[in-house]
Each structure stands twice: as structure tokens, then as C-alpha cells.
T-cell receptor
Framework: DGGITQSPKYLFRKEGQNVTLSCEQN?????MYWYRQDPGQGLRLIYY???????QKGDIAEGYSVSREKKESFPLTVTSAQKNPTAFYLC????????????FGSGTRLTVV | QQPVQSPQAVILREGEDAVINCSSS?????VHWYRQKHGEAPVFLMI?????EQKGHEKISASFNEKKQQSSLYLTASQLSYSGTYFC????????????FGKGTKLSVKP
């Protein structure tokens, strides 16, 4: 079955450490996205990529970095520069253009202590 | 600019109806609706592309008033399975397909 896989589901890190969240899709979707979800805030866009080797900053990119070396993969690194990294992170993908919705992964809950 | 959803929360009895609104300060190209259950991924419900378009999905339907820059989600004869948080995602012209999501409306359906 096609879908998006995010791993791990739960992640704990010490303050000051970088951490990378995995996102893999086998839907052959061109576009991929990273959102951060905090209670009562909705989903806020961190980074997005519409083609391999290209990505753009979203509304809250500071303290995060991404890469898109393969169509299937869009990992997110939460760096030590991110002031408040504890959150629920969602990866999504979509067909570029057309009347299609996003497919979301099941998320990674990151806790920084 | 984040779209504004209203109400923030609503509690229903099974079989009752609800309306969730989504308003934007910018001209919209499309509106998406998603439902998220606690601890799970948001699930796509429907997309509205044209002004005035209405779509249906079982007993859940939506409308899009392009002129007023708003969309409404209608849930009729609610079922327990409708419980969750509903998000609208708005795409403005020139945004390259990116969505800006509202803060969500928490819907609780009681027996």
C-alpha cells in the first residue's frame, strides 16, 4: 500500500543536540512538506519541496534544515538553533498541481529536555 | 495570513448538525478540509476549487464563496465517528500549492 512513513513516532533529545526526523513516501508524489503542530495553533509550514534538489522555506523555517536528494525522501533536521523544538511534526506529500489533497504521515512527537 | 476558523469547539449529540466556517483575509485559489483524530495524521476530506463550488462526502459537504473568501463545512446527522479536529487549509494565488491551515475546530459527538 502506498503512503508516507515517518519515523520514529516518539523522539527524545537533550537540549543543544541536532536531531533528524525521517519522512519517506512511495506515492510518487512530487511535492513534500513539513509542518509543525502545537496545541491550539493548527499546522504551520516549516519547509516544502516541489522537486528533487530544490526546497523552499515556509513560515517558520528558522532553526530547521531539510534536504531532498531523492523524490521519496524529505528528512527534517531540528538544529540546536531552534528555540522551542518540542512539538508534533507532520510530513505530507501531494501531486503537484490539480485538485488533490495532501497525504500526511502519522507524525513524530519530539520532546527536548 | 492564517485563516480564521469558527467555532473553536462544538459539542453535538448523535444525529445533530454542525457548521464550521473558515475565513481568509486573502483571495483564495482553493480550500481544503481535513479531519484529525487525537494523535493521528490529518485525513483529507475534500477540496474546493471554484467559487460557489459545493462538494459532498457522505453526510459531510462544503461550500466555497470565493467573493467572501470563505468556506463552510456542513456535517449533517452527525455520528460518533465524526469526532475530531477539523482544519481548513487555504491556498492563495501564487503560493505554489502550499496550504496555510487554520487553528482547527474541535468537534465532539456524544451518544
Amino acid at each position: 500500500d502506498g503512503g508516507i512513513t515517518q519515523s520514529p513516532k516518539y523522539l527524545f533529545r537533550k537540549e543543544g543536540q541536532n536531531v533528524t526526523l525521517s519522512c519517506e513516501q512511495n506515492l510518487n508524489h512530487d511535492a513534500m512538506y513539513w509542518y509543525r503542530q502545537d496545541p491550539g495553533q493548527g499546522l504551520r509550514l516549516i519547509y516544502y519541496s516541489q522537486i528533487v534538489n530544490d526546497f523552499q522555506k515556509g513560515d517558520i523555517a528558522e532553526g530547521y534544515s531539510v534536504s531532498r536528494e531523492k523524490k521519496e525522501s524529505f528528512p527534517l533536521t531540528v538544529t540546536s538553533a531552534q528555540k522551542n523544538p518540542t512539538a508534533f511534526y507532520l510530513c505530507a506529500s501531494s501531486i503537484d498541481g490539480g485538485p488533490y489533497g495532501y497525504t500526511f504521515g502519522s507524525g513524530t512527537r519530539l520532546t527536548v529536555v | 495570513q492564517q485563516p480564521v476558523q469558527s467555532p473553536q469547539a462544538v459539542i453535538l449529540r448523535e444525529g445533530e448538525d454542525a457548521v464550521i466556517n473558515c475565513s481568509s483575509s486573502k483571495a483564495l485559489y482553493s480550500v481544503h478540509w481535513y479531519r484529525q483524530k487525537h494523535g493521528e495524521a490529518p485525513v483529507f476530506l475534500m477540496i474546493l476549487l471554484k467559487g460557489g463550488e459545493q462538494k459532498g462526502h457522505e453526510k459531510i459537504s462544503a461550500s466555497f464563496n470565493e467573493k467572501k473568501q470563505q468556506s463552510s463545512l456542513y456535517l449533517t446527522a452527525s455520528q460518533l465517528s465524526y469526532s475530531g479536529t477539523y482544519f481548513c487549509g487555504t491556498e492563495v494565488r501564487g503560493s505554489q500549492g502550499n496550504l496555510i491551515f487554520g487553528k482547527g475546530t474541535k468537534l465532539s459527538v456524544k451518544p
